[in-house]
């Protein structure tokens, strides 16, 4: 069995102490405490029982019983025993504690801490003093060390995802029509088609399907699926959406990238693959043919980055097993990341929850134009507003700010801002929408700028959990021109926005780095920016934190959306300490 | 998540220090009307957000949610509060730009915010002048001159989180629902009517002293108010109706509610029957509340009441908010004496 151990900062509690005393610890008295839960009856229309929820944990109180005794000839007597526990009290201070049985030490954050003594004559008689130490600490446990978790992205482009052939759409092999399809599957120019001519009458839709079944492929270590589809389109009828069914289950769609559709698939086995076009009319009858196009059925590993590689999503492991606190860094090697850099900390609740709009945009009267100077990796004028499809399935429950990147299209100046989020259930709209109009400061034409548009809950409709509802955002304004959107959720994620220039980086200058530090029993929390990655020349980002919420840090894992408009494939990690109930596991 | 707070253009809690009991309260008319919150400093420290005058924000992040100026802080107790910028009004002085007392609203707003009062103008402030001249003889207050041409139109003018001063018409559709069982208003028959009497000068016949009045036949008891106008020198008879007329649509000639409803974050809802954010929920607003009666009209067999919100009270991470609606009779010595002074001024 190993050697326990048990210290009190330098103290050592099992026997230590100084040349001229000696502390030992007794079991009987001895307790770490517990976390006292904080929880809130809330109320509801249950009629038997109630709803209780566990908001945080309150702070634990432990006991140490120790015996203090002078060593033998040393000269030292009780009163240096007492000088010694005392200079380890009433500080904040670290308790640690190595179990017997090998596992590994265990860290409580001691926040205050106090003595406490009840006189034993026989103990006088016999040279040693019982006492109580009462020790205030932070709830949760933590290890010793802190460990540095990286999200991919190292300053570098990342390596290519690993594609996996499932069906390269060249035989019709496994494949069928359905739904109004009454042509195919045949294979055209290296593709599955199937089609159908279709008469519409107004707001009438049509849905043709092509089928692939017959799979069994396991999507471990690849968990994406990646379908290449197109909807072709002839006469006075318009494509409307293309869905998917991956085992005849509905499976909403990650990310779109031009014609490339990820669905995330992890930890299932795929045995057929349903790919749904739609189309419809505008508002007079419709006569046409509608061809659906799949050209591939591939599994990769990582998704696409959201437009260009300025803006990347991505998951942070988080060790231990309760909330942590950990410093979040985002860096390049040689780029500035630019101003408006935003950090968006949000939970990995295995939704499908991506902020960004463009990767969204279903369609409006204008169109995208390719620029990769962009975040989103394109623009497009307000004049000819867009909306952007979010499907219920990818907004959970909580208040929306609504962020955008824009310009000046042509005259710098205040501009005005029109947006609405209006609930849709196969294109009918339901309920009223929720609308916000704003004037945004002076906008350059030339330069980018965030500006915050509005607030509410955009989930403005109670619906089923299977439900298809969407909720369509349409932008409206003269003059402007939207590089990309976000809708952040700050029910479940925290958004840090902060200037760090965009001139080449150097100490004291504009700054490649950005620090991101929570709040710990010894400092309060911060925002830094620097050019070091020591933090030696970094400073308070100051007047260029745009938006602050201290980043909420929740294990196995949290996702964290980065912008930075200067940079390409910034780096991003956290560094913790992982936090545990009672004991560390690591 | 809990929320932000920025002061004189800091974040509070990476350049001073943290803060707790984050409290927030509207009204209508007025808008945001308070922010307060306790913070332990050490002992002599004066941190330079925190000098009275400072713009104070509560955050969402980069959205703002209320904003207020700081009052007198308690260094002692460590409690701060902000006020509403609509309460800025009352201590600034209604002037145009040659000082003369100005009887226009737009003119008092947009001199108030060049002498330092940090509001713009909506396009719903009128532009008209309260009596015959845009300027008369004495010394208003800002909020005293809006308060009167909000009555002359019937709207509420208010300053809220984005600090532009608005005049809005109270709702008739409801936005949010109480779920029933929660809320049964009491009433109380003080400051009511069913007919308000104005007494003006008329502008159109040498200054002589008339009366005109507006009655609403629907109010259950017989009671008259008058109200002396004369103080605003002459003004036109269609003046005084729509003074008369403003005062009753208000509410004047409804019950006073008392009491407030205190609402979980599961008892409130939005019309699309999804739960609302707390901080969403503002005075000015209207609420269906379910299942209560209304002791004055008859309601025709509907079960459920629509108030509009006077006041709402809110501490952050509570999970409660309280809310009282338009009319609700305040029945405290302050406030009472508060009624009696600004029926005065």
Same mark, same amino acid.
């Given at each position: 069995? &190993?050697?326990?151990?048990?210290? *009190?900062?330098?103290?050592?509690? *099992?026997?230590?102490?100084?040349?001229?005393?000696?502390?030992?610890?007794?079991?009987?008295?001895?307790?770490?405490?517990?976390?006292?839960?904080?929880?809130?009856?809330? +109320?509801?229309?249950?009629?038997?029982?109630?709803?209780?929820?566990?908001?945080?944990?309150?702070?634990?109180?432990?006991?140490?019983?120790?015996?203090?005794?002078?060593?033998?000839?040393?000269?030292?007597?009780? &009163?240096?025993?007492?000088?010694?526990?005392?200079?380890?009290?009433?500080?904040?201070?670290?308790?640690?504690?190595?179990?017997?049985?090998?596992?590994?030490?265990?860290?409580? $954050?001691?926040?205050?801490?106090?003595?406490?003594?009840?006189?034993?004559?026989? +103990?006088?008689?016999?040279?040693?003093?019982?006492?109580?130490?009462?020790?205030?600490? *932070?709830?949760?446990?933590?290890?010793?060390? $802190?460990?540095?978790?990286?999200?991919?992205?190292?300053?570098?482009?990342?390596?290519?995802?690993?594609?996996?052939?499932?069906?390269?759409?060249?035989?019709?092999?496994?494949?069928?029509?359905?739904?109004?399809?009454?042509?195919?599957?045949?294979?055209?120019?290296?593709?599955?088609?199937? +089609?159908?001519?279709?008469?519409?009458?107004?707001?009438?839709?049509?849905?043709?399907?092509?089928?692939?079944?017959?799979?069994?492929?396991?999507?471990?270590?690849?968990?994406?699926?990646?379908?290449?589809?197109?909807?072709?389109?002839?006469?006075?009828?318009?494509?409307?959406?293309?869905?998917?069914?991956?085992?005849?289950?509905?499976?909403?769609?990650?990310?779109?990238?031009?014609?490339?559709?990820?669905?995330?698939?992890?930890?299932?086995?795929?045995?057929?693959?349903?790919?749904?076009?739609?189309?419809?009319?505008?508002?007079?009858?419709?006569?046409?043919?509608?061809?659906?196009?799949?050209?591939?059925?591939?599994?990769?590993?990582?998704?696409?980055?959201?437009?260009?590689?300025?803006?990347?999503?991505?998951?942070? !492991?988080?060790?231990?097993?309760?909330?942590?606190?950990?410093?979040?860094?985002?860096?390049?090697?040689?780029?500035?990341?630019?101003?408006?850099?935003?950090?968006?900390?949000?939970?990995?609740?295995?939704?499908?929850?991506?902020?960004?709009?463009? !990767?969204?945009?279903?369609?409006?009267?204008?169109?995208?134009?390719?620029?990769?100077?962009?975040?989103?990796?394109?623009?497009?004028? *307000?004049?000819?507003?867009?909306?952007?499809?979010?499907?219920?399935?990818?907004?959970?429950?909580?208040?929306?700010?609504?962020?955008?990147?824009?310009?000046?299209?042509?005259?710098?100046?205040?501009?005005?801002?029109?947006?609405?989020?209006?609930?849709?259930?196969?294109?009918?709209?339901?309920?009223?929408?929720?609308?916000?109009?704003?004037?945004?400061?002076?906008?350059?034409?030339?330069?980018?700028?965030?500006?915050?548009?509005?607030?509410?809950?955009?989930?403005?409709?109670?619906?089923?959990?299977?439900?298809?509802?969407?909720?369509?955002?349409?932008?409206?304004? +003269?003059?402007?021109?939207?590089?990309?959107?976000?809708?952040?959720?700050?029910?479940?994620?925290?958004?840090?926005?902060?200037?760090?220039?965009?001139?080449?980086?150097?100490?004291?200058?504009?700054?490649?780095?950005?620090?991101?530090?929570?709040?710990?029993?010894?400092?309060?929390?911060?925002?830094?920016?620097?050019?070091? !990655?020591?933090?030696?020349? !970094?400073?308070?980002?100051?007047?260029?934190?745009?938006?602050?919420?201290?980043?909420?840090?929740?294990?196995?894992?949290?996702?964290?959306?980065?912008?930075?408009?200067?940079?390409?494939?910034?780096?991003?990690?956290?560094?913790?300490?992982?936090?545990?109930?009672?004991?560390?596991?690591? | 998540?809990?929320?932000?707070?920025? %002061?004189?253009? /800091?974040?509070?809690?990476?350049?001073? =220090?943290?803060?707790?009991?984050?409290?927030?309260?509207?009204?209508?008319?007025?808008?945001?009307?308070?922010?307060?919150?306790?913070?332990?400093?050490?002992?002599?420290?004066?941190?330079?957000?925190?000098?009275?005058?400072?713009?104070?924000?509560?955050?969402? =992040?980069?959205?703002?949610?209320?904003?207020?100026?700081?009052?007198?802080?308690?260094?002692?107790?460590?409690?701060?509060?902000?006020?509403?910028?609509?309460?800025?009004?009352?201590?600034?002085?209604?002037?145009?730009?040659?000082?003369?007392?100005?009887?226009?609203?737009?003119? #008092?707003?947009?001199?108030?915010?060049?002498?330092?009062?940090?509001?713009?103008?909506? #396009?719903?402030?009128?532009?008209?002048?309260?009596?015959?001249?845009?300027?008369?003889?004495?010394?208003?207050?800002?909020? #005293?001159?809006?308060?009167?041409?909000?009555?002359?139109?019937?709207?509420?003018?208010?300053?809220?989180?984005?600090?532009? %001063?608005?005049?809005?018409?109270?709702?008739?559709?409801?936005?949010?629902?109480?779920?029933?069982?929660?809320?049964?208003?009491?009433?109380?028959?003080? /400051?009511?009517?069913?007919?308000?009497?104005?007494?003006?000068?008329?502008?159109? /016949?040498?200054?002589?002293?008339?009366? @005109?009045?507006?009655?609403?036949?629907?109010?259950?008891?017989?009671?008259?108010?008058? @109200?002396?106008?004369?103080?605003?020198?002459?003004?036109?008879?269609?003046?005084?109706?729509?003074?008369?007329?403003?005062?009753? #649509?208000?509410?004047?000639?409804?019950?006073?509610?008392?009491?407030?409803?205190?609402?979980?974050?599961?008892?409130?809802?939005?019309?699309?029957?999804?739960?609302?954010?707390?901080?969403?929920?503002?005075?000015?607003?209207?609420?269906?509340?379910?299942?209560?009666?209304?002791?004055?009209?008859?309601?025709?067999?509907?079960?459920?009441?629509?108030?509009?919100?006077?006041?709402?009270?809110?501490?952050?991470?509570?999970?409660?908010?309280?809310?009282?609606?338009?009319?609700?009779?305040?029945?405290?010595?302050?406030?009472?004496?508060?009624?009696?002074?600004?029926?005065?001024?």
């Amino acid at each position: 069995m &190993a050697s326990a151990g048990l210290t *009190l900062g330098a103290l050592n509690l *099992l026997g230590g102490g100084s040349s001229l005393y000696r502390v030992k610890t007794m079991s009987d008295g001895t307790d770490w405490g517990n976390g006292e839960p904080i929880e809130t009856v809330l +109320a509801s229309l249950l009629q038997d029982g109630a709803v209780v929820i566990t908001q945080g944990y309150n702070n634990r109180e432990a006991t140490i019983r120790v015996r203090v005794e002078s060593r033998p000839g040393s000269g030292g007597d009780l &009163a240096d025993a007492e000088a010694g526990l005392v200079a380890e009290l009433n500080k904040p201070n670290l308790l640690t504690w190595t179990p017997p049985d090998g596992s590994p030490a265990t860290v409580y $954050e001691v926040l205050t801490s106090n003595l406490l003594h009840t006189l034993n004559d026989a +103990a006088e008689l016999n040279g040693f003093r019982y006492y109580n130490i009462r020790l205030v600490c *932070l709830p949760y446990a933590r290890s010793v060390d $802190e460990v540095i978790t990286p999200a991919i992205g190292t300053g570098v482009d990342p390596p290519a995802p690993t594609v996996t052939s499932i069906d390269a759409c060249t035989s019709t092999t496994g494949w069928a029509r359905g739904g109004f399809a009454t042509s195919g599957p045949t294979v055209v120019t290296g593709a599955i088609q199937v +089609a159908a001519s279709l008469t519409l009458s107004p707001g009438q839709r049509r849905t043709l399907s092509a089928i692939r079944s017959g799979l069994s492929t396991s999507m471990a270590g690849s968990p994406y699926l990646r379908v290449q589809v197109t909807e072709l389109t002839s006469g006075s009828i318009a494509a409307s959406g293309i869905s998917f069914q991956v085992n005849g289950v509905a499976v909403p769609v990650a990310v779109v990238s031009g014609a490339f559709y990820y669905l995330d698939c992890t930890g299932l086995t795929i045995n057929s693959v349903t790919v749904l076009g739609e189309w419809t009319n505008a508002p007079v009858p419709g006569t046409g043919t509608a061809t659906l196009r799949v050209d591939d059925i591939s599994s990769v590993d990582t998704l696409p980055s959201l437009g260009s590689s300025r803006q990347l999503v991505r998951s942070l !492991a988080v060790k231990g097993t309760a909330r942590t606190q950990a410093t979040l860094t985002l860096e390049h090697p040689t780029s500035a990341l630019g101003d408006g850099v935003i950090a968006y900390v949000y939970d990995d609740d295995g939704s499908n929850y991506v902020p960004s709009m463009r !990767a969204r945009r279903a369609g409006g009267a204008g169109s995208v134009s390719i620029d990769a100077a962009r975040v989103s990796g394109g623009s497009e004028p *307000l004049a000819t507003p867009p909306f952007f499809d979010f499907p219920y399935s990818d907004l959970p429950v909580g208040p929306y700010g609504l962020m955008l990147l824009v310009k000046a299209t042509t005259n710098a100046g205040a501009k005005t801002i029109t947006w609405t989020a209006q609930t849709r259930i196969n294109g009918v709209d339901q309920g009223n929408p929720l609308t916000g109009t704003v004037t945004t400061p002076a906008l350059s034409n030339s330069t980018y700028t965030l500006v915050p548009i509005g607030r509410g809950d955009l989930r403005t409709m109670k619906v089923a959990a299977n439900s298809t509802a969407v909720v369509r955002i349409t932008l409206t304004g +003269a003059d402007v021109t939207l590089d990309e959107g976000w809708v952040f959720n700050t029910r479940i994620g925290q958004l840090i926005v902060a200037n760090c220039g965009t001139a080449a980086p150097s100490a004291g200058g504009t700054s490649n780095r950005l620090f991101i530090k929570p709040a710990t029993i010894f400092e309060d929390p911060t925002v830094l920016r620097g050019f070091s !990655a020591d933090q030696s020349d !970094a400073v308070y980002a100051g007047a260029g934190i745009g938006s602050w919420m201290q980043p909420n840090i929740d294990p196995p894992s949290v996702k964290l959306l980065t912008v930075t408009p200067n940079a390409l494939n910034a780096a991003a990690s956290i560094r913790h300490y992982p936090r545990w109930y009672g004991h560390a596991a690591a | 998540m809990s929320k932000g707070l920025r %002061v004189a253009g /800091d974040w509070l809690d990476l350049t001073v =220090g943290r803060f707790s009991e984050l409290t927030n309260s509207t009204r209508f008319g007025g808008g945001d009307w308070e922010i307060s919150w306790k913070m332990q400093l050490p002992i002599g420290a004066r941190p330079r957000q925190l000098r009275p005058g400072a713009l104070v924000e509560v955050m969402d =992040g980069p959205w703002v949610l209320r904003s207020g100026y700081l009052t007198e802080p308690n260094w002692v107790d460590g409690t701060f509060a902000a006020s509403g910028f609509c309460r800025e009004a009352e201590q600034l002085l209604a002037f145009d730009s040659a000082l003369n007392s100005t009887l226009r609203a737009d003119v #008092a707003v947009d001199r108030g915010a060049v002498r330092g009062w940090r509001v713009t103008r909506d #396009a719903t402030v009128p532009t008209t002048a309260l009596g015959a001249a845009d300027t008369g003889e004495g010394l208003n207050y800002i909020a #005293a001159v809006l308060d009167a041409a909000a009555d002359q139109a019937g709207k509420f003018w208010t300053v809220r989180a984005d600090r532009a %001063v608005r005049f809005e018409t109270a709702p008739t559709t409801p936005t949010l629902h109480i779920k029933p069982g929660v809320a049964q208003l009491g009433v109380v028959d003080q /400051d009511y009517c069913r007919t308000v009497y104005v007494a003006y000068c008329d502008s159109g /016949d040498r200054g002589k002293v008339k009366k @005109v009045s507006a009655t609403d036949a629907s109010a259950p008891e017989n009671r008259e108010v008058g @109200v002396d106008a004369t103080v605003l020198l002459p003004i036109t008879t269609a003046k005084a109706q729509s003074m008369a007329n403003g005062i009753l #649509a208000k509410g004047k000639a409804k019950w006073g509610w008392t009491g407030t409803i205190e609402l979980g974050e599961h008892e409130l809802y939005s019309d699309g029957g999804e739960r609302v954010d707390l901080w969403s929920v503002q005075a000015g607003q209207m609420a269906r509340v379910h299942g209560a009666f209304d002791d004055q009209v008859n309601l025709s067999g509907a079960t459920s009441l629509d108030v509009v919100l006077g006041d709402t009270s809110h501490v952050d991470e509570s999970g409660v908010i309280s809310v009282s609606p338009i009319g609700t009779v305040k029945n405290s010595l302050q406030a009472a004496i508060e009624q009696a002074l600004s029926v005065a001024a």
